[in-house]
């Protein structure tokens, strides 16, 4: 049935977490059919059920990446964990029948949900501000930038940077200008701590060849967060630098005013965990983030837009992610900050499932013995829960 003659299907469908997705898969339309009915679901839902639908969708397109074979008849989909034998496994296999689902291409074209692509590609909008922005009557970006007034948005807020800058932000950050603006970073942050430990995390780290944003995450001794404050005083050099547009600042210790006021998150005792409660029940309820991501938080972090030459005009604005976390957390950081997405969801599913662990991007907790789990390295991190090692090309969910 399958033309590679080592797949074993059971072994395929034992764990997920053990499935491996590089960028360049073997199944790109059947993919991108299903990951465009799951943002569709995540951006247009209504109902719980319409949300839920999105993760279910999101985790065939997973599982579609992870199979290790070009699909040709469609009897190979059949019995796929995550695939299911409903809604998803009906689409795939009109892809591989016809090349074609008229329901995809239905939803490719909805109106509404083409605005809303449009409004949830402003930097600072998620779905419940498309929603209020369509019912105001709103169709396009340039409804958007005539109708600004309208909006009731501050002028200092992120969206109305979004606005401003649409055209900047919706162009792709290629891996050359990425890889310049990290090394520029990482040499201002080792002139204020020379001790610090940099990576350029996200869809660049994955393999990826352009990407929405940059991430860049840092790592110092605990004892040297306290006192620095790394993340906060890279972005005043980058502001004194006169190169950040706009920029948000938050910090888990931080005094009060900022994004998240509130301990740091060491990895120790179950009084950390407590802190890890309250803060999850202070971070917004945006509905980009499901239940899993909700309780995700890192001790310092700058959301920010900064200039970046460009060959035909002085600068043009580009999102960078600043990430501090101590060295306690650092692989669990790496692991949360290089994603992708679906493969944190997957993971930390599987910690809970699996252990009754908690994953996060701060730590591994074990919720029985009530202590967190050390790592020195994202290996450690796999060891613990039992995981072959992947790469992080290998983890394109
Ligand atoms: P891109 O930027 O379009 O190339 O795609 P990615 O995969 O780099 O996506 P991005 O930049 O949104 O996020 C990178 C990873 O960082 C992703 O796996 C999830 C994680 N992440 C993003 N935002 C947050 C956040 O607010 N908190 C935490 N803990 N993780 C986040
Ligand atoms: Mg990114």
């Known amino acids: 049935?399958?033309?590679?003659?080592?797949?074993?299907?059971?072994?395929?469908?034992?764990?997920?977490?053990?499935?491996?997705?590089?960028?360049d898969h073997q199944n790109k339309d059947i993919a991108e059919a299903l990951d465009l009915l799951r943002e569709y679901w995540s951006l247009?839902?209504?109902?719980?059920?319409?949300?839920?639908?999105?993760?279910?969708?999101?985790?065939?397109?997973?599982?579609?990446?992870?199979?290790?074979?070009k699909v040709t008849n469609p009897r190979q989909l059949k019995g796929?964990?995550?695939?299911?034998?409903?809604?998803?496994?009906?689409?795939?296999?009109?892809?591989?029948?016809?090349?074609?689902?008229?329901?995809?291409?239905?939803k490719r074209n909805d109106k509404k949900f083409l605005s809303f692509q449009i409004f949830c590609k402003v930097f600072g909008v998620g779905p419940s501000i498309a929603k209020k922005w369509y019912a105001m009557g709103l169709r396009t970006a340039e409804d958007v930038k005539k109708r600004f007034d309208q909006l009731d948005v501050s002028k200092d807020n992120m969206i109305s940077y979004g606005v401003a800058f649409y055209d900047d932000l919706n162009r792709p950050l290629q891996l050359v200008e990425a890889e310049n603006?990290?090394?520029?970073?990482?040499?201002?942050?080792?002139?204020?701590?020379?001790?610090?430990?940099t990576s350029m995390n996200g869809g660049f780290r994955r393999g990826k060849s352009s990407g929405h944003d940059l991430d860049v995450l840092f790592s110092y001794p605990e004892r040297e967060h306290n006192e620095h404050g790394l993340i906060a005083a890279v972005r005043d050099e980058l502001d004194k630098k006169g190169l950040v547009v706009w920029s948000r600042y938050s910090r888990a210790d931080g005094p009060r005013g900022v994004e998240i006021d509130?301990?740091?998150?060491?990895?120790?005792?179950?009084?950390?965990?407590?802190?890890?409660?309250?803060i999850i029940l202070k971070y917004p309820l945006d509905g980009h983030f499901d239940q899993l991501e909700r309780r995700d938080f890192s001790t310092e972090k700058n959301l920010g837009l900064?200039?970046?030459?460009?060959?035909?005009?002085?600068?043009?604005?580009?999102?960078?992610?600043?990430?501090?976390?101590?060295?306690?957390?650092y692989p669990y950081a790496q692991i949360g900050w290089t994603g992708n997405k679906q493969y944190n969801r997957c993971l930390r599913q599987y910690a809970k499932d699996a252990f009754n662990y908690?994953?996060?991007?701060?730590?591994?907790?074990?919720?029985?013995?009530?202590?967190?789990l050390p790592a020195?390295?994202?290996?450690?991190?796999?060891?613990?829960?039992?995981?072959?090692?992947?790469e992080p090309w290998e983890r394109n969910f």
């Open 181 to 197: 603006t990290y090394k520029h970073i990482t040499a201002l942050a080792q002139r204020i701590l020379p001790s610090v430990v």
């Open 306 to 329: 900064f200039q970046l030459a460009d060959s035909a005009r002085p600068w043009r604005a580009i999102r960078v992610d600043l990430v501090g976390s101590t060295t306690t957390q």
């Open 1 to 23: 049935l399958y033309p590679d003659p080592d797949f074993d299907l059971n072994k395929f469908n034992e764990c997920v977490a053990e499935r491996r997705a590089v960028l």
């Open 80 to 106: 796929i964990k995550d695939l299911g034998d409903g809604h998803a496994l009906r689409v795939a296999t009109q892809i591989v029948e016809s090349g074609h689902s008229q329901e995809v291409e239905e």
């Open 262 to 278: 509130s301990s740091p998150l060491p990895a120790g005792s179950a009084k950390d965990h407590l802190l890890v409660i309250m």
């Open 44 to 69: 247009c839902h209504q109902t719980v059920t319409d949300e839920r639908r999105a993760l279910a969708f999101a985790r065939a397109a997973a599982a579609v990446k992870c199979l290790p074979f």
């Open 358 to 372: 908690s994953l996060s991007s701060t730590g591994l907790y074990d919720k029985r013995q009530h202590r967190w």
């Open 376 to 390: 020195q390295t994202e290996r450690d991190v796999f060891d613990h829960l039992k995981l072959s090692y992947r």
